[in-house]
């Protein structure tokens, strides 16, 4: 865990120091009324930034998950096409 937590710090770190796009996002819904360059130095916005990555990635764990999934009308229907009563 602790490893991952470093992760996001150097991942962060990155994104802030190279001011990409990404921290621009986290500024408007994390500091709406804040300049980037304003904040981008402060452990807040940071830890802001650690916060939506993880959550980023969890999105997209969830979402992932569910597209490989089969809905249950999916495999009804499967089953119907081969025969087999439901």
């Not at 865990?1 to 819904?29: C, F, R, T």
């Not at 940071?46 to 979402?63: F, G, P, S």
Request: proline share 2%.
């Amino acid at each position: 865990m602790k490893g991952d937590m470093m992760d996001y710090e150097k991942k962060a770190k990155q994104l802030i120091e190279k001011d990409d796009p990404y921290i621009y996002d986290v500024a408007v819904n994390m500091f709406p009324a804040q300049i980037v360059g304003n904040v981008k130095h402060t452990t807040r916005f940071r830890e802001a930034v650690i916060r939506q990555l993880k959550e980023d990635e969890r999105l997209d764990r969830e979402w992932k998950r569910r597209k490989s999934s089969r809905s249950l009308s999916e495999v009804i229907t499967e089953e119907r096409k081969k025969g087999i009563v439901v």
